[in-house]
């Protein structure tokens, strides 16, 4: 029978059904639960691809020539269509057309990672669910792998139509779940066979950020846009706007099940013990791990952090930024900074992590540390220098290897600072990376800083921050490798 409906939609939306099998096609909408839910499933995908194939284009009025080479260009038969039409709000009107949510199954929780709400194999319908902590992978009906992260409140439509309140989602549609839509508070994005994300918080616009494929992005009241890999959306009500696409933002589905198993094996506790135990170090200037209601000044929004429920400020925006005073009535022989990092995007000229004001004034030992457009990591000192014969090109200790060898985790960086030694010592994820002599190495000065972005381009942060550590000595190769270890989310 299945096989049968599936011709009978193909030759409706291709606009050759018959009477007679439109006559067919009616009886089994009438009589079929699920022959209701497929028939409007696909009409909302026709929708799309309808929209693909007139060549929308994002902020452009031109015709993209060729970009659904590969979809049908729908031509619905008017006459047959209003008949459909009829049929349907004759049962609508009648109390059968619309299928009894509760008794439909969408979707099953496939894994969890810290989210109490939903256990692992739960079916979930069309009720509404809340999530307030970690991040839970779903399969649906159709075989799309969805992953929502919390906070997050949302809801089943369908086994294609996903009502997202707040939260986000990360979504791997195959192919037999094609026209999988997300729909937000501003707008929806509807699946034409890709991996994309959408981000919706619980004040302002919902954002799409299409990883691979294309999306079809629809503000509230506004047109239709195509969207390709790369390409990322903010859905304004009545408008839209481009936007810098933000990969790492989202949680992916294969790294739920490394966040479970780390849970698993009590990786939160050890994290916890290590904290609590560099909070009694003699020399520790500042340990942020974010959990406190006194959270620092600036402009920055607060989203999860490593583990289920924790808090970390996540930087997107020009303006974004966390002002700090730590350390400032002292000038430290050593120094170590370290922290988990999760960075949404390439190519900035600088990612700060921390830079203390003041450099413009020709404050000898100010501390800037970052992330270059190279993608290593950069401890910076005003008025040091360089040994003769340094590797680095542009003046400044910089990291050996990039600092994403995998974009879309978090990851340690740590650097630690020796002006006795003249020595600046890097750390990817606990391993020793390279050293860098210096031949000028002032004492190392804080102070008023900031982390995040300072109204300017070249100094755009983008992504989240956990655990942010600066300590008044030089910690060692197995004191680095240690704080790795306890505070790793992963298995």
């Given amino acids: 029978m299945k096989g049968d ?112 709400q939903l256990a692992d194999g739960a079916r979930l319908r069309g009720e509404s669910y809340k ?31 996903l009502h997202l309140q707040h939260g986000r989602v990360a979504a791997d549609v195959a192919p037999g779940a094609i026209g999988f839509t997300v729909i937000t508070p501003t707008g929806e994005a509807v699946d034409l066979g890709t991996k994309f994300g959408v981000d919706a918080p619980k004040e302002g616009e919902a954002e799409i950020h299409v990883f ?9 009241g506004g047109k239709k846009q195509s969207l390709r890999d790369g390409e990322a959306f903010s859905l304004r009500a009545g408008a839209g706007a481009a936007r810098e696409l933000r990969s790492s933002a989202f949680i992916r589905p294969d790294e739920v099940a490394s966040l479970q198993a780390a849970l698993a094996a009590g990786q939160r506790a050890h994290s916890d013990a290590a904290i609590t135990k560099l909070r009694n170090d003699p020399v520790l200037i500042a340990l942020l791990d974010f959990e406190s209601r006194d959270l620092p ?42 922290a988990w990092v999760r960075l949404d995007r390439l190519g900035e000229p600088y990612q700060s992590l921390l830079h203390t004001d003041g450099w413009s004034k020709n404050k000898s030992g100010q501390v800037h540390w970052m992330v270059t457009s190279h993608m ?25 290897t990039s600092v994403l060898p995998e974009q879309g985790r978090w990851v340690h960086l740590a650097a630690a600072y020796d002006s006795q030694k003249h020595t600046v010592r890097f750390y990817l994820n606990g391993k020793f990376d390279s050293e860098t002599c210096q031949e000028i190495a002032h004492l190392a000065k804080l102070g008023s800083a900031q982390i995040g972005n300072w109204d ?24 680095v490798l240690a704080l790795f270890e306890a505070g790793n989310p992963y298995r």
Avoid at 131 to 158: D, H, M, N, Q, Y
Avoid at 212 to 220: D, M, P
């Fill in 212 to 220: 691979e494929g294309e999306v079809i992005a629809q503000s509230t």
């Fill in 297 to 338: 000044e600036g402009a920055y929004r607060m989203v999860q952090g490593r583990w289920p429920g924790s808090h970390a400020p996540e930087f997107v925006n020009v303006s974004d930024h966390m002002k700090l005073n730590v350390g400032g009535d002292h000038a430290w022989p050593q120094l170590t900074l370290a």
């Fill in 5 to 116: 409906l599936e011709k009978l939609i193909d030759s409706y939306v291709n606009g050759s059904i018959s009477a007679e099998s439109m006559e067919r096609l009616n009886e089994l909408l009438r009589d079929d639960v699920e022959a209701r839910k497929e028939f409007a499933e696909l009409l909302n995908l026709d929708s799309a691809l309808a929209a693909a194939a007139a060549g929308w284009s994002l902020e452009k009025g031109e015709v993209n020539q060729g970009a659904v080479a590969s979809h049908r260009i729908i031509k619905f038969p008017v006459a047959a269509h209003w008949l459909a039409v009829a049929v349907c709000l004759a049962l609508f009107l009648g109390g059968s057309w619309w299928w009894r949510a509760e008794q439909s199954v969408f979707a099953t929780v496939h894994l969890g990672a810290g989210v109490e």
């Fill in 456 to 479: 300017q381009n070249d100094r755009k942060l983008s992504g989240r921050v956990d655990e942010l550590l600066i300590l008044g000595r030089a910690m060692s190769d197995d004191e």
């Fill in 131 to 161: 999530i307030t902590a970690g991040s839970v992978e779903l399969i649906t009906k159709r075989g799309a792998r969805v992953v929502i992260e919390a906070p997050a409140a949302f809801r089943f439509e369908s086994a294609q139509r």
């Fill in 376 to 400: 290593t990591m950069r401890l910076a000192l005003f008025a040091n220098t360089l040994e003769a014969g340094s590797r680095e090109h542009d003046g400044h200790p910089d990291s050996l």
